[in-house]
Nanobody, 118 residues
Framework: QVQLVESGGDLVPPGGSLRLSCAAS????????MAWYRQAPGKQRELVAS???????RYVDSVKGRFSISRDNAKNTLYLQMNNLKPEDTAVYSC????????????WGQGTQVTVSS
């Protein structure tokens, strides 16, 4: 069974930066498309960014130019570099393997809290 462990969340002021990490164990990380999701209080989980097996990346419009997703297959780790953070980026961020059609493949991890506030 794959386990996902997210880390790197913190309280930062608007305009700040964070780098999130997602460590995957027990699965074939390198042959799976991966994605970052976020869920703000009272809202549905939202797909933020995805990266394919070959490295193709996609972003939701609200984070384009500010967030960058990357992966290190040797370390079975997914990253999300977040710059110029805004209060509306406040959410619990989670990662998962994304399937065609948008479904996720593995059990969710605990996520990591990102709070953007002055």
């Amino acid at each position: 069974q794959v386990q996902l462990v997210e880390s790197g969340g913190d309280l930062v002021p608007p305009g700040g930066s964070l780098r999130l990490s997602c460590a995957a164990s027990g699965g074939f990380f390198s042959i799976n498309a991966m994605a970052w999701y976020r869920q703000a209080p009272g809202k549905q989980r939202e797909l933020v960014a995805s990266i394919g097996i070959g490295g193709t990346t996609r972003y939701v419009d609200s984070v384009k130019g500010r967030f960058s997703i990357s992966r290190d297959n040797a370390k079975n780790t997914l990253y999300l570099q977040m710059n110029n953070l805004k209060p509306e980026d406040t959410a619990v961020y989670s990662c998962n393997s994304i399937l065609v059609g948008g479904a996720v493949k593995w059990p969710w991890g605990q996520g990591t809290q990102v709070t953007v506030s002055s």
